[in-house]
């Protein structure tokens, strides 16, 4: 690996201050994702700032509204209690992540900036627009079982693998951010780009802005709201489809429905006209089969991944079924 | 029998291994070394037209940057010593991607790794062949491989006339069957570090066979055997992987180049294209059957990919096709295809892709036939080796149709497919015959040193590939000396000891194991011979074959308070007493079988499959260690679980490069995969056995469970899903 420099502060500004003040720096916190990017030559940082001792692991309800810090582990998120009995579908996405080892020691932040899992990407033998901006997408037309049914490009299709930020946007979560300039607040369903003609920029997120946390307001949806991970084996695994649904009933209607998709987009996917499809209608297998079709409407999929068209409808009625209680 | 043999005696190097005082290969610090970092090729086929190294060798801490222009010349070692027949760094030429274009060498493992990355390379490409369907048309039957020591076995097979029987059947099956690449992942990354003293050299390598790694190094290096001397004292596994490859070799010869101790760790991601793999395979099978199951005719033609480099070497035999059932008429092919892909490689039970395929298509069978699918094998057991003619000196399959039957419940069971369920989850109950060949390999030599305080020390140059060879040999020497367990002393994994061949076809326990028993035996009737021998004993002038020997003790078999201690005996002898046995030619072909049980849950709706139950009755002769024994068949249902649910290695066609090549990528099963596992043991000798009535078993359990868990997969849904492994899409895309 590349030689780098090391520094760790614990202020948060001081972080903001040394990564921005040099272009091939970059912050560092439970490092289970940044060491296996170096490693396999995704990235090559040249100061990496260690942030572990910025006071930022809070997590607290106040005024409806949950506030976790970026540095809190994947662990404590997923075992809170507010988060369990508020906020379900982060912890069941949580829980639904990596391994016990590793959601010990991964913060949340860094959780949200976890680079895609495409081959490609991660074999520096291989051709990347991601890792190596002009190369080519050998995903478009190779191996792409893995990859986007939504909002790809001719550039990219990877898909984002964090289940968090489904639930997150599920949950319409916003992300905090300190950057050089101060403090900002990004709602999540901006803060992920697509790929377009530029799929190595990932987030909103300017060099040296540092996440600080999540705010995700409370809300009878929230309360009832799951994660569904569907994968290739049964643990410790990246989604090969994955939904997150929040519902309210008003007796056997819908009256308010937000639903996110893991697995198929380079982003948190969400589909308005599924909503709309559900929201204010009764549930039942006529409604959700058109949410389920308006949810893949305009889909493209590849060579290998066709079967996401159907398994992501299945996987959406599945979870609606369960949650809207007709099972 | 024995207070030491059977006992489920924990692992004796144990704990060495949990509290890390076990020094594994990558562990060995040899001051001075240099790290090297393989700069592999991106491109499958074709010539380096431009290797530009400058920049890497100005980098910090970098000592050399060895490629074809600066590496010393070398011989390609015989094929049974190295099955990639050619050594990368010796020309310009590109055989397939990942191959090794550069060795870099640096003071420190991350100096190594940055300057690999300042090679440039630039290729002349040719256009390549991967794409195994479209080579099918190019299928060849390759002749019979010659290895020292091992039968030949045809690749081309007719008995009686299979055509024939297969046009006149009641009852035919025709299916084909497809599997994909495999790569072996053993937890433990191949290693190796040399170190050489004037013309001799000392390499550490993470070897599965360190008689062969010698040789090959000697081969390679054209320098005499005596003077390699290569050591393996722990191993995390292995499965057919660390068997000799070119990195060690080139370590080797790198090291002696720069004249620096050198150590060579191979990355997860290396690994993929450095030490072989399962070749992607396809296999079509007709079987003709009369009416009552009644097996007419088996027509078995397997395809598999070799690479362009080698020559007759198909890793797996159509074994149980040949010896399993009883059938007159039998046609078995097995073909290679040529793809610009890397060499394959023996993998853990080579013979499970045709016992995949055999035991789905006699479920096939055994449905059109509407029969059970026990009662079916039943129907076409045999007591004789169809090979041969000539009886089985010690075969209890039926005994473990029943038993595991019984212990699963198989007689609950719905045969009618989606019959049994729980609220929308399909639930599937699936069998087949688990069998595997054992030994067939080199046989081995031993050193058993009796010390004047009657301590056994019992060398062989085997090596513990993780299932338990320390522990068991140690136990079969304290039985046959008649010492305590912890009297006993096996070392292993060293050239300088007495010749052992590879860990591999099950051969450990009829090659070691009959080793050791032959040895110790001999030491024991010397010591027995000492003791009569010498007035001052009790068991004076009695008797040798009136002695018995048992927990350090000789007493007279009729009158056990006539006794007399091992420990005394040597003492009084007042010198060590050292016997050592050569090794036979052969350790004997050996057959072990089993009948396994898996019940699967299956959610239609979501295409998911989970195993619940696994369950195994097997005969593997005697049992030497009940707990040893249990965990080869805990890994080989997980892997079994992992070839029929999750594994394969994906290739790009275009570049010919395996692409998902670490652990993330490719999806070994994980605890949760996994339920709880039931083992039965038969424990019958095996009276052919030299190894105490113990036969190599550690092979057999994943041969069958993989078609247990398809076939159980069939029971839940109905559907049969020839190709594998049994994703989501496959499973949605077949649902009813």
């Known amino acids: 690996m590349k030689p780098f420099d090391y520094t760790r502060t614990a202020r948060a500004s001081e972080a903001v201050r040394l990564v921005a003040a040099r272009p091939g720096a970059t912050f560092v916190a439970g490092g289970t994702e940044l060491l296996n990017l170096v490693r396999d030559r995704a990235l090559a940082p040249d100061l990496v700032v260690d942030i572990n001792q910025v006071p930022l692991s809070g997590i607290e309800l106040r005024d409806g509204t949950l506030h976790v810090g970026a540095m809190a582990r994947m662990r404590e998120v997923a075992e809170h209690p507010v988060v369990r009995s508020g906020f379900p579908v982060m912890s069941e996405a949580l829980l639904a992540s990596a391994s016990p080892q590793i959601r010990n020691r991964a913060s949340i932040g860094g959780n949200l900036m976890q680079r895609t899992r495409c081959w490609y990407y991660r074999d520096a033998g291989s051709p990347c627009n991601k890792r190596e901006p002009g190369s080519g997408c050998p995903a478009i037309t190779g191996q792409n079982r893995w990859h986007a049914i939504h909002g790809g490009s001719r550039h990219c299709i990877a898909v984002h693998p964090s289940d968090l930020a489904v639930a997150l946007s599920a949950l319409q979560a916003t992300v905090v951010v300190l950057g050089p300039r101060g403090e900002r607040s990004i709602p999540l369903k901006d803060f992920y780009l697509l790929p377009g003609t530029t799929p190595h920029k990932e987030t909103a997120l300017r060099h040296g802005e540092l996440i600080t946390g999540v705010t995700v307001p409370g809300s009878r949806s929230a309360r009832h709201s799951r994660y569904l991970k569907l994968r290739d084996r049964a643990a410790f695994e990246f989604a090969v489809v994955s939904v997150a649904a929040a519902l309210t009933m008003e007796g056997s209607e819908v009256s308010d429905v937000h639903l996110a998709f893991g697995g198929i987009a380079p982003r948190p996917w969400r589909s308005a006209e599924a909503e709309a499809a559900l929201r204010g209608r009764p549930l039942t297998d006529s409604t959700i089969a058109s949410a389920a079709q308006a949810l893949v409407s305009g889909a493209q999929p590849r060579e290998h991944n066709t079967f996401k068209v159907e398994l992501v409808r299945r996987a959406l009625a599945d979870i609606l079924t369960d949650l809207g209680g007709r099972r | ?736």
Not at chain 2, 133 to 160: F, H, K, Q, S, Y
Not at chain 2, 539 to 546: E, F, Q, T, V
Request: hydrophobic fraction near 40%; charge should be neutral; proline fraction near 7%.
């Open chain 2, 1 to 736: 029998m024995s207070r030491i043999v059977g006992r489920p005696v924990p692992r004796v190097e144990g704990h060495a291994k949990v509290t890390g005082a076990a020094e594994f290969t990558a562990d060995v610090h040899v001051p001075g070394a240099l790290h090297g970092v393989m700069v592999l090729s991106t491109v499958a086929r074709g010539r380096i037209t431009r290797l530009e190294t400058r920049q890497a060798e100005r980098s910090a801490g970098v000592a050399a940057v060895m490629t074809h222009r600066n590496m010393p010349r070398l011989t390609v070692p015989e094929p049974h010593l190295l099955v990639k027949r050619f050594l990368p760094l010796q020309d310009t030429e590109i055989h397939h991607s990942g191959q090794p274009v550069a060795l870099v060498l640096a003071e420190t493992l991350e100096q190594a790794q940055h300057a690999a990355t300042l090679v440039r390379v630039s290729y002349d490409t040719q256009p390549v062949r991967t794409v195994f369907e479209d080579a099918m048309d190019d299928a060849w039957i390759p002749p019979p491989e010659e290895e020292p020591g091992e039968t030949p076995v045809p690749n081309e097979l007719t008995r009686g006339d299979p055509e024939g029987a297969l046009a006149r059947a009641d009852l035919r099956v025709d299916v084909t069957y497809t599997t994909p690449i495999h790569h072996h992942n053993p937890i433990e990354p191949s290693a190796t570090t040399a170190v050489w003293r004037g013309r001799k050299v000392t390499v550490y390598d993470a070897s599965q066979g360190v008689t062969a790694a010698q040789e090959s190094i000697a081969q390679a290096l054209d320098l005499p055997v005596g003077h390699v001397r290569v050591i393996s004292r722990y191993l995390g596994g292995g499965f057919g992987c660390k068997t000799p490859w070119p990195h060690t070799v080139l370590t080797a010869a790198a090291a002696r180049e720069v004249d620096r101790p050198v150590k060579l760790v191979l990355s997860r991601s290396d690994s993929y294209s450095l030490h072989g793999h399962r070749s992607q395979a396809h296999q079509r099978l007709r079987l003709g059957a009369r009416r009552d199951g009644t097996l007419t005719a088996i027509d078995h033609v397997t395809t598999q990919q070799v690479s362009r480099t080698e020559d007759e070497f198909l890793p797996s035999a159509s074994v149980p096709t040949r010896r399993l059932y009883a059938c007159d008429n039998l046609s078995l092919a097995q073909r290679a295809v040529r793809l610009d892909l890397p060499t394959p490689a023996w993998m853990r039970s080579p013979e499970v892709m045709p016992a995949h395929g055999l035991e789905c298509a006699l479920d096939e069978l055994a449905y059109a036939a509407d029969m059970d699918p026990i009662e079916l094998r039943l129907r076409n057991h045999t007591a004789t080796d169809p090979e041969t003619g000539e009886p089985f000196p010690s075969k209890h399959l039926k005994e473990c149709y029943r038993r595991g039957a019984t212990a699963f419940g198989w007689s609950e069971r719905n045969p009618r497919p989606g019959s049994m369920r729980d609220g929308r989850i399909r639930i599937g109950w699936g069998m087949a015959t688990a069998a595997h060949s054992a030994g067939g390999m080199p046989g081995a030599a031993a050193r058993v040193t009796l010390s004047t305080e009657g301590t056994a020390q019992v060398q062989v140059a085997t090596q513990d590939i993780g299932t338990g060879t320390y522990t068991v040999m140690s136990q079969m020497a304290a039985h046959v000396l008649g010492l305590p367990l912890d009297d006993v002393d096996f070392v292993l994994g060293d050239t300088n000891l007495p010749y052992a061949s590879l860990s591999a076809s099950s051969a450990t326990v009829p090659a070691v194991g009959s080793a050791v028993n032959r040895t110790c035996t001999k030491a024991r009737q010397k010591l027995i011979g000492l003791a009569v021998a010498d007035p001052r004993s009790p068991l004076h002038d009695l008797p040798a074959d009136g002695i018995t020997a048992e927990e350090g003790t000789l007493y007279q078999t009729s009158r056990p308070e006539r006794r007399d201690s091992i420990r005394a005996v040597l003492t009084r002898h007042g010198r060590p007493l050292d016997v050592a046995t050569e090794a036979p030619e052969e350790s004997g072909e050996q057959y072990s079988t089993g009948a396994v049980f898996a019940e699967v849950r299956v959610d239609p709706l979501l295409g998911q499959v989970r195993v619940t139950r696994m369950l195994g009755a097997f005969d593997p002769g005697r049992v030497l260690n009940r707990r040893t024994i249990r965990s080869q068949v805990i890994g080989g249902f997980i892997w079994a679980v992992g070839f029929t649910l999750t594994e394969h290695t994906l290739l790009d066609t275009r570049y010919g490069r395996f692409v998902n090549r670490n652990l993330s990528g490719y999806l070994i099963p994980v605890n949760a995969d996994i339920p709880d596992i039931q083992a039965l043991f038969i424990d019958q000798p095996d009276p052919t056995s030299q190894a105490l009535g113990a036969r190599g078993f550690g092979e057999t359990p994943m041969c069958g469970m993989t078609a247990a868990i398809a076939n159980a997969v069939h029971h839940a849904t109905g559907r049969r899903i020839r190709d594998l492994p049994l994703t989501q899409d496959k499973l949605i895309a077949s649902a009813s």
